[in-house]
């Protein structure tokens, strides 16, 4: 970045049409890359500052944790049952980008602060129609001795009437219950489940709560159960002495319906291992239940009422005012559908610990969300052996939902944060990052990256050359907005390119599939060939992969010595693995991916999972 400009004004750009504006001065870009001498783009500088920026948000969260209302800390207002305070499963505390897209705005907007301090900027003239961007800098006290000009190029386009929107809190989680009511009816005979599992429970037995479907479907039909979050551990399962309880969480918009989901349920009673058993989260609930439970709802928003417009006086974050765009998670988290849901987490999971017999072990697949600490706050309330949450993947740089510092970790108050026992993780970068942000190393072990392991298999020979021609795998996203982002890029790089030596293959995400006559329609210049090929395929055959920055397939293509692209999107934060790996290529323009396509790249592989194909450290693992 140039330092020398020492600009008195500038301007703040938002919108598209402002971006075409031709106002002399310093420009500033709220969502694009536009950077040279005299433009500055904030999703660039939110990853340039991203260590500092992500320290100073996580650190306020934790604080907002003991900010006192009416001399009572926030946590405390929000205590429910067996010492949990339901302000650890709300969305400020989550810190999801995906949940919570207003953090990246906090983040552009802390960026933006250091931006102008460092060019001394007297007068901002913000050209948007972001009424709530508008706004949240005019409260700001960072901004009140600044010249504030606000031009708003034009009446925002009609983008459809949302019902929830519009709705009050309450309405939504009236019809979150009743949809969660009506879920219950399918497994309405299933109920007995429940208490099959608890009359053939076994004493220090090993609970394991995992997401369902992601399963292997061949394996499925045939009777075995081997889901895609466990891959070899299975068979170290199914080795065990010890009796195996799955708890189930079914994902809509999987493999597979309710109704199939409970389908495979019998068929893995009948034909799997005899030492295991499994239950879906809602059979641990009954009518009764989630009536009691949209009561509880009832009676936590009346306790707690005259927090509602607490978020009003949020503590602004280095002159940065938040309260505008925390206003959302804050009334969903303590007064709507996250809270109602929260509840069911709690009742659900409080109903299965202390209804079982005393279990040895409890494992999870750990993201550090909501459902996650109503388990672990159930299970250690209950006094179950050992809890330990399996960070089966990747840890981010900017996924905040595992960061949550020294202060967190190291509380012995009564309503504390819930926690498990010990962090399982993949490689060493992820226990280093922990470590950072506070976590003590004893509460960290380590695990072979069961996901990864498959790649040991594979050829991690340099691609070559056939034909003289480039093979460039395009891997889509699941968000829509970046996957035609990402086409966006790959129509404007074939202009720059000869399509005759270049083979393009495009592999659409399973959460987002793409017909080729849709994507003919919108990019008609593009040559390619679409495939739903598995990727162990798909990277046999090909010298270059192009994604976007939210998918783990680069992850995969690094391991193989294949060259990796990976698309910068403004409207997302960079949520790669490999930000910062110097053989990782990230681009935001066609040019820039033309250039990385045809560029040969030294490919330097420093991942640092855990490889070990016996399993050692899983092994010791479940011998607790």
């Not at 939110?46 to 500092?52: A, I, K």
């Not at 499994?278 to 306790?303: A, G, M, N, Q």
């Not at 000869?498 to 083979?503: H, K």
């Amino acid at each position: 970045m140039n330092n020398s400009i020492n600009e008195k004004e500038a301007f703040l750009i938002d919108t598209e049409t402002a971006i075409k504006c031709s106002n002399s001065g310093t420009k500033i870009y709220w969502e694009a890359f536009t950077s040279d001498s005299e433009n500055f783009s904030l999703p660039a500088l939110t990853d340039l500052w991203g260590d500092e920026l992500r320290k100073e948000y996580v650190h306020w969260v934790y604080q907002l944790s003991e900010w006192k209302i009416n001399n009572k800390k926030i946590r405390d207002h929000f205590a429910y049952e067996n010492n949990l305070s339901l302000w650890w499963l709300g969305k400020i505390h989550e810190k999801s980008f995906y949940k919570s897209p207003s953090i990246y705005n906090i983040f552009r907007l802390l960026a933006l602060t250091r931006l102008l301090n460092q060019l001394n900027i007297e007068s901002l003239t913000i050209i948007s129609n972001n009424t709530q961007l508008i706004k949240t800098i005019k409260k700001s006290s960072f901004f009140k001795n600044k010249k504030i000009k606000v031009i708003k190029p034009g009446e925002k386009l009609f983008k459809g009437f949302k019902f929830k929107n519009y709705c009050p809190h309450i309405i939504r989680a009236c019809l979150l219950s009743l949809k969660i009511l009506s879920d219950s009816t399918i497994f309405f005979f299933s109920k007995k489940m429940f208490k099959e599992v608890l009359s053939n429970m076994q004493t220090e037995g090993i609970t394991i709560v995992t997401y369902f479907p992601n399963i292997d479907l061949n394996k499925a039909n045939a009777g075995e159960f081997y889901s895609h979050y466990w891959w070899q551990v299975h068979d170290l399962l199914n080795k065990q002495n010890k009796q195996i309880t799955w708890v189930l969480i079914y994902l809509e918009g999987g493999q597979c319906s309710f109704k199939k989901a409970l389908q495979y349920r019998k068929i893995f009673l009948a034909s799997g291992p005899k030492n295991q058993q499994y239950l879906f989260i809602e059979e641990t609930l009954s009518f009764l239940d989630i009536y009691k439970i949209f009561c509880e709802y009832l009676k936590v928003i009346v306790k707690n009422s005259r927090t509602f417009f607490a978020y009003k006086k949020l503590p602004a974050i280095n002159g940065v005012s938040v309260n505008l765009l925390l206003e959302e998670d804050w009334k969903s988290s303590f007064f709507g559908t996250v809270l109602l849901k929260n509840l069911f987490w709690v009742h659900a999971f409080t109903n299965y610990s202390k209804k079982v017999k005393k279990q040895s072990l409890g494992l999870y697949t750990m993201e550090n969300i909501n459902w996650e600490r109503a388990f672990t706050s159930a299970w250690h309330f209950a006094q179950h052996g050992k809890c330990i949450g399996i960070a089966h993947n990747v840890i981010p740089f900017f996924d905040l939902r595992f960061f949550e510092g020294e202060a967190y970790w190291y509380d012995k108050s009564t309503v504390a944060g819930p926690r498990p026992d010990k962090i399982a993780v993949v490689s060493e970068n992820a226990k280093q990052q922990l470590i950072v942000f506070g976590t003590p190393s004893g509460d960290i072990v380590q695990i072979e990256a069961m996901r990864y392991l498959y790649l040991k298999k594979l050829s991690r020979e340099p691609q070559r050359i056939l034909k003289n021609k480039k093979t460039l795998l395009c891997a889509t996203d699941y968000r829509l907005q970046s996957t035609l982002g990402q086409l966006k890029l790959l129509n404007e790089a074939m202009d720059e390119l000869d399509q005759l030596n270049i083979d393009l293959i495009i592999k659409t995400h399973p959460f987002l599939p793409l017909e080729k006559s849709a994507i003919k329609k919108l990019f008609p210049k593009l040559a390619f060939n679409l495939t739903q090929e598995l990727l162990v395929t798909l990277l046999s055959k090909v010298n270059s992969v192009f994604t976007s920055n939210l998918t783990s397939v680069p992850i995969e293509a690094l391991y193989l010595g294949i060259p990796c692209i990976i698309m910068l999107d403004p409207s997302f934060i960079n949520f790669s693995y490999l930000r910062g790996y110097q053989s990782v290529k990230f681009v935001h323009s066609g040019k820039e991916l033309a250039k990385n396509i045809l560029a040969h790249q030294f490919i330097d592989n420093n991942l640092d999972f855990f490889m070990d194909e016996t399993l050692e450290k899983w092994q010791e693992l479940l011998s607790h």
